[in-house]
């Protein structure tokens, strides 16, 4: 699937679910050199990055290994902080962009809008 997006679109950032979260698939990523954002799995280490940060106990932006059966890759996990209807929430990213959290919440928003706009458009296919 990269290689026709990239060979179709070019693209200078690649926005994933949590079902791309694999050291496989960041692997591939930088192999191709396009970078990407991605909500980071809340695995117990992340979970705890997340309180602490929420406390003001830990830093926005960390070095985090993701690891899996196929080894290990080091990404930036970038943590933000969102107003949700249950109260403030921490949303965990994983980039391998020099990027703040802030820069990739926005970035990442963009995902939901490009999401819904296909949805609506499919209404009006016949």
């Keep these: 699937m990269l290689d026709y997006a990239e060979e179709v679109l ?6 994933l679910d949590r079902g791309f979260y694999s050291v496989e698939a960041i692997k591939e990523l ?3 050199s396009m970078d990407f954002i991605m909500p ?5 280490l992340v ?25 290990e890759e080091d990404v930036r ?4 902080e969102k107003e949700t ?10 980039t391998d962009q020099d990027i703040t959290p802030e820069e990739a919440s926005e970035n990442y928003s963009w995902r939901w809008r490009i ?3 296909i949805r609506e458009l499919e209404k009006f296919k016949p």
């Design 47 to 71: 979970k705890k990055a997340c309180k602490k940060f929420k406390k003001g106990e830990a830093p926005s932006e960390l070095d985090y290994t993701v690891s899996g059966a196929k080894g």
């Design 115 to 117: 999401e819904t706009n």
């Design 77 to 80: 996990l970038l943590l933000t």
């Design 30 to 32: 930088k192999s191709k």
């Design 10 to 15: 070019n693209p200078d950032l690649v926005l």
């Design 40 to 44: 980071a799995k809340k695995t117990n």
């Design 85 to 94: 209807e249950n109260g403030t929430g921490i949303h965990p990213f994983i």
